[in-house]
C-alpha cells in the first residue's frame, strides 16, 4: 500500500518550525488588530459630559458598564456603571482620560491582552480620534480566538521540537509509559491502513510532549506542570468554543486568563531557549 509521509523531524527542522511560527506570529500581530473587536459609532453608547450621572445610568442600556463620555464631539472621559456618584454630573464620575486608558485601533490584539488585566476596558483611538470602546466582553470574539488559539499552537509545536531535539529518531518512545505507547502505537496503525504515515511525535497527546518537556527542565517542573494543565483546558475551551473568560467574574476572570496568556508566552520563550541549547555543537551529553 502507498503510504503518505512526513519527513522526521530532527534539530534542523526544528530550528526551520521555529522561524516559521515566528513569521507566523509577526503577520498574525499585523493582521489582528484591537479594531477588529472594538465598538465604534454608529453602535457606542456615549454619556453626556452634563447630565447627572445616576439619572442617566438609570435610562441607559442595562447590557453595557462602560460608557465614553463627550463633550459636545471630543471625547472626555470614560463613565463606569457601579460607581457611587450621587447628584454628581457625569464628567464629575468619570474617569478622565489618561494614556493607560486609551489604546490604538492599530494594536495588535497579541499587545492587548495582557494590559486588560489592570483595567478590563480601554477607548480607542481610530486616527486622531477617540471613536471606540473595547471591554473584556470582547475577548470572546472570533479574533481573539484565533490569536489565542495560534499561541497555545506555537507552544505545543514547541514542546514537540524539543522533545525531537533531545530524543532524536523516535527515541523519546521509551520515555513514554506503557500504557500510552501503546496508545500511540495503536493510533499509527489505524492511520497506516488509511495510507497515512504521519511522524510519530504527531500523534502524541498535548499531556505526552508537557511529561516528555518536563523531564528536561532543570527547575520549574511543579509550576510547568500547573500552568501546562491550564493551558490545556483553554486550549479545549477554544476549540469547542466555550466562555474562556468569565465576564460575571470580573477582574478575577480577566485575571486568570491574562495569566495563562502570559504562561504561554513564556514557556514559549523557554522551550526554545532550551531547544537552542541541546541543538548546540557543545550541548552536554543527553540523559534520559
Not at 48 to 53: F, K, Q, T, V
Not at 83 to 92: A, S
Not at 206 to 211: I, L, P, S, V
Not at 253 to 258: H, K, L, R
Request: aromatic content about 6%; overall charge negative; charged content about 30%.
Amino acid at each position: 500500500m502507498r503510504t503518505i509521509s512526513s519527513p522526521g523531524p530532527g534539530s534542523q527542522s526544528a530550528s526551520v518550525s521555529l522561524r516559521s511560527f515566528e513569521a507566523a506570529r509577526e503577520a498574525a500581530k499585523a493582521a489582528f488588530q484591537v479594531r477588529l473587536i472594538g465598538t465604534f459609532e454608529p453602535d457606542l453608547v456615549c454619556a453626556p459630559g452634563g447630565e447627572i450621572a445616576d439619572t442617566w445610568l438609570a435610562t441607559a442600556p442595562t447590557d453595557f458598564d462602560y460608557f465614553p463620555v463627550r463633550d459636545a464631539d471630543r471625547t472626555i472621559g470614560l463613565l463606569v456603571r457601579g460607581e457611587d456618584c450621587p447628584n454628581r454630573l457625569v464628567r464629575e464620575a468619570m474617569m478622565p482620560l489618561s494614556e493607560d486608558l486609551i489604546v490604538s485601533a492599530d494594536m495588535a490584539i497579541a499587545e492587548l491582552i495582557p494590559r486588560m488585566k489592570t483595567l478590563p476596558c480601554r477607548l480607542i483611538l481610530r486616527g486622531d480620534r477617540i471613536e471606540g470602546l473595547v471591554t473584556q466582553s470582547d475577548l470572546l470574539k472570533l479574533p481573539v480566538r484565533i490569536v489565542v488559539f495560534g499561541l497555545l499552537t506555537h507552544l505545543e509545536t514547541v514542546m514537540a521540537d524539543l522533545v525531537l531535539t533531545h530524543w532524536p529518531r523516535d527515541e523519546w518512545m521509551a520515555a513514554l509509559s506503557d500504557g500510552r505507547r501503546a496508545k500511540l502505537l495503536e493510533k499509527e496503525t489505524a492511520l497506516r491502513q488509511r495510507g497515512l504515515n504521519p511522524p510519530r511525535i504527531e500523534l502524541t497527546e498535548f499531556a505526552d510532549k508537557r511529561d516528555l518537556c518536563k523531564r528536561l527542565l532543570a527547575a520549574g517542573r511543579k509550576r510547568f506542570d500547573r500552568e501546562m494543565d491550564g493551558l490545556r483546558n483553554l486550549r479545549d475551551q477554544l476549540a469547542h468554543a466555550a466562555t474562556f473568560v468569565d465576564d460575571a467574574d470580573g477582574s478575577t476572570g480577566i485575571g486568570s486568563f491574562v495569566g495563562q496568556w502570559d504562561a504561554a508566552r513564556y514557556w514559549v520563550q523557554e522551550l526554545t531557549a532550551l531547544i537552542h541549547k541541546e541543538s548546540a555543537p557543545t550541548a552536554p551529553g543527553r540523559s534520559d
